[in-house]
């Protein structure tokens, strides 16, 4: 077993990580740590963390999903009842470089200690605190779980059919996203420390961390009459088709975004009518035809098996991928040559997880390792160079006031939403990030349409999505098919510290612009290319969108009814995912090169980001050989748990009794006090035997309130609520308006429009957003003079020829141009 044996030393060998309190948040940001070898210590009480006891379960009880976010770890037990409780905990708080504190969510019986005073004393400590829904606002004091708090953030209510009730996943999605979240929190403040030799500390909300997956929605206001109805199952706008569909053997998830994707997926059905339907050119315009268009193709799918339609579909670069069962991942060869599923040991059962997406090529993460026991030490514990000392208890907090990536330079090749979400992070984070377009082929999220109208219009410099995930940047174009476009790129490269691309795989090698021949320029620069499946994969020509991600995890899997579909949750589940994996892979390159002088190569496939999701169903069934069971909206722990109807049209909320004072509340709530003092119903278990009865009789409650007055009665008698919100509900959130969530900013264009802030703040106030997205190549004079010296007359002559701009070709124009870099 990989984690039996003493690993080398590995980039984050020389930290010490101490985490309290129990959440699956601070959980994984935990876990992230002891994948690059930190030495973290698991604070728990004689019991065990509670997340032990969590479902589902292994044959012998053990909890695969605990499993998941603890491999790796070392525990330590500490009863608050001993009377040296709180002088243990703070002398290995004191001991330690990084406090992840989960005690908000659930103390776990941590003895209570005063942070502020270690703080104090160890300047140098980096804080991070987690909690449902931060510090301060009206939901603060709410009980939740993951499925309220995705019913409040608008992540449920347009899944499923069209009727209802919305159909969600059991669990596991808030922690995976808030942990990504906490850990690029801590590893920027590492990297400041570096550099300034202080801690900093962070409060992450939960809520807010799920928010990622829906800031394009919630603003997009002139999408209201799409966005804000369910479509059906495997439907969503704004894009169609966009979903998982039945093949003659097993599933295919296919996507069309483009005018050349619809049509080569038109030619591959030979439904040639379709093809050539000027209405059904765009995605959005298909949304209006879903049925007609349906019945046309959705026959000829099951003529074919998903294999053969997968190999069909590659060969015409449409995004398309086989939809896998729980034991297809599990016998997939090349997910466990690259470390996207790991052995870990339960006790004394031996199975498989989800391992490090974060596959750094020079410093890889550990391959799977062991869960301690209450109170046990893993065998390479305690074997560090301290960090922290007296030089940097001393250095006081000068310095603090600047954001953590102050210095830090960024050449983005990114487009979309996975690539600038991770660029956009850092930059928010205080980088200097240069995103390079080209007036040829801009970002994507411009807009794919082309016609001289959209063009004529500069209809590409309003699109919201696009304003969204590249503020806080500055903007260049260079054409990169052309030999002074390289030669740019190259001069701009050798200064950075990150380059940052989500091409197809052999795009920028292709170019001249591979890692072998970056390093020989610069060797500390750290590049990361975000490919779908992997710069090594069997499917590395393959398209991906975000949807094609979620397609291809084995998520959709265990989403659903039991006779039903695979499902999918999102449109893109798989952007804003791959986007924080992302991130949180070059902030952990960046520590190594800033302490060895020496960059890397990561190779981040996105399809692999999305397993963590699953992660519980592969334990579970690599052990026991049992296929998952779905649950449609109901748990496997928690009983009752559901979605159910309110006063209204199409109106729902999220209830969920995680314990028996809770259901007990529940049923006195609801006006069944014979439930609650029936010692027969005292057990979720026992409560499955009837759960069908306790359904109805919430519903028949629900039903006779508005959504949010339901909330308010359930909160009140301390039941896990979260009325099932729409996207664009979040615009007017009164705990969001509270916080200052969404900030406003002015652009040209636009004008003053919404920003989305992130989930980790250092203050009350979350992170100011210092300047707008850049116009296409709005900084090109100030980069191409400033940075690498261009005379003016360089410049014009630059543009002269097309290799810069500020204005984007239109179709005809682009006829004349050559070939595209990048489909």
């Not at 499923?160 to 669990?171: F, T």
């Not at 190259?490 to 989500?502: H, M, P, Y």
């Not at 334990?619 to 449609?632: D, L």
């Not at 909320?653 to 007990?664: F, K, N």
């Amino acid at each position: 077993m990989a984690g039996e044996m003493k690993p080398r030393s590995q980039v984050l060998s020389d930290f010490r990580v101490v985490e309290i309190g129990s959440s699956a948040a601070t959980g994984y940001c935990a876990r992230l740590f002891a994948d690059f070898g930190a030495d973290v210590q698991k604070v728990e009480p004689p019991v065990g963390d509670p997340l032990r006891r969590s479902a589902p379960l292994t044959g012998k009880g053990q909890s695969a999903w605990f499993a998941f976010l603890n491999f790796n770890k070392s525990s330590v037990v500490i009863d608050s009842a001993d009377p040296d409780a709180i002088a243990r905990l703070s002398a290995l708080i004191e001991d330690c470089d990084i406090l992840i504190d989960g005690r908000d969510v659930d103390p776990a019986d941590c003895p209570s200690i005063d942070i502020a005073a270690i703080r104090q004393r160890r300047p140098g400590l980096i804080y991070l605190e987690a909690s449902w829904f931060g510090r301060e606002g009206p939901y603060a004091g709410f009980a939740a779980t993951d499925s309220t708090i995705r019913a409040l953030a608008g992540l449920i209510k347009l899944v499923g059919s069209v009727e209802g009730p919305p159909l969600h996943a059991p669990d596991f999605q808030t922690g995976v996203l808030a942990g990504l979240w906490g850990f690029i929190a801590a590893t920027s403040s590492a990297v400041a420390r570096m550099q300034r030799g202080t801690g900093r500390s962070w409060s992450l909300s939960i809520f807010e961390s799920s928010l990622a997956l829906n800031e394009e929605f919630m603003l997009e206001e002139f999408a209201r009459r799409d966005v804000t109805r369910r479509l059906g199952i495997n439907r969503f706008w704004p894009n169609f088709p966009a979903g998982i569909y039945e093949a003659k053997e097993g599933w295919i998830g296919i996507t069309t975004i483009t005018p050349a994707q619809w049509r080569a997926f038109c030619d591959m059905l030979g439904i040639f009518e379709l093809r050539d339907d000027p209405a059904l050119a765009l995605g959005h315009d298909r949304l209006h035809h879903m049925e007609q268009i349906e019945q046309h193709f959705l026959p000829r799918l099951k003529t074919r098996t998903a294999q053969e339609w997968f190999a069909e579909g590659l060969k015409r670069k449409i995004p398309i991928v086989p939809v896998p069962a729980i034991s297809d991942l599990l016998q997939d060869k090349e997910k466990m040559v690259r470390g996207a599923i790991v052995p870990v040991l339960v006790g004394d059962e031996k199975g498989l997880t989800a391992g490090s997406m974060q596959r750094l090529t020079s410093t890889p993460p550990r391959r799977g390792g062991r869960v301690p026991a209450p109170g046990e030490q893993q065998g390479f514990a305690q074997s560090r160079r301290k960090l922290t000392g007296t030089a940097l208890a001393a250095s006081g907090w000068i310095g603090v006031d600047e954001p953590p990536l102050q210095g830090i330079r960024v050449i983005d090749f990114t487009m979309g939403w996975a690539g600038p979400l991770c660029t956009r992070t850092l930059a928010d984070l205080g980088a200097d990030v240069i995103k390079i377009e080209a007036i040829q082929y801009p970002d994507w999220w411009r807009g794919v349409d082309r016609r001289p109208a959209y063009v004529d219009g500069q209809m590409y410099e309003k699109t919201l999505r696009f304003c969204i995930m590249n503020r806080n940047k500055r903007g260049v174009t260079l054409d990169l098919t052309r030999p002074q476009g390289i030669a740019l790129a190259k001069r701009l490269l050798a200064g950075a510290d990150l380059v940052v691309d989500n091409y197809s795989v052999d795009v920028l090698p292709k170019l001249g612009l591979g890692y072998d021949v970056l390093r020989t320029l610069n060797p500390r620069l750290v590049m990361m290319s975000m490919s779908a499946f992997g710069t090594n994969s069997i499917y590395r020509d393959c398209r991906a969108y975000g949807s094609t991600l979620e397609q291809g995890s084995g998520l959709p899997s265990v989403i659903g009814n039991a006779n039903g579909p695979p499902v999918m949750s999102h449109v893109a589940f798989g952007d804003a995912v791959g986007g924080l994996n992302g991130c949180a892979a070059v902030l952990v390159a960046l520590i190594h090169a800033r302490t060895t002088g020496r960059g890397q190569f990561i190779d981040l496939a996105q399809i692999e980001c999305m397993m963590p999701f699953a992660a519980p169903w592969l334990t579970v069934h690599s052990i026991g050989g049992k296929p998952p069971k779905r649950y449609g909206n109901r748990h496997p722990q928690f009983v009752p748990h559901g979605c159910f109807r309110c006063e209204g049209e199409d109106n729902w909320i999220v209830v969920a009794a995680t314990d028996e004072d809770m259901w007990q509340r529940l049923a006195l709530l609801i006006g069944r006090p014979d439930w609650a003092t029936d010692t027969l119903l005292k057990s979720a278990e026992a409560r499955r035997g009837i759960e069908d009865v306790i359904e109805r009789g919430i519903e028949a409650w629900t039903i006779t309130h508005d959504a949010d007055e339901a909330m308010s009665q359930l909160q009140t008698a301390k039941v896990a609520a979260g009325v099932a919100r729409l996207p664009i509900d979040l615009r007017k959130d009164r705990h969001l308006r509270s916080r200052a969530y969404l900030q406003e900013i002015e652009r040209a264009f636009i004008g003053k429009h919404p920003q989305p802030s992130m989930p980790i703040r250092e203050s009350p106030d979350p992170c100011a957003i210092r300047t707008a997205a850049p116009t296409l190549g709005q900084h090109n004079r100030e980069i191409l003079s400033g940075f690498l010296n261009l005379s003016d007359a360089e410049i014009a002559q630059l543009a002269s020829e097309g290799i810069i701009g500020t204005a984007m070709l239109s179709e005809g124009e682009l006829a004349k141009a050559r070939k595209p870099f990048r489909d």
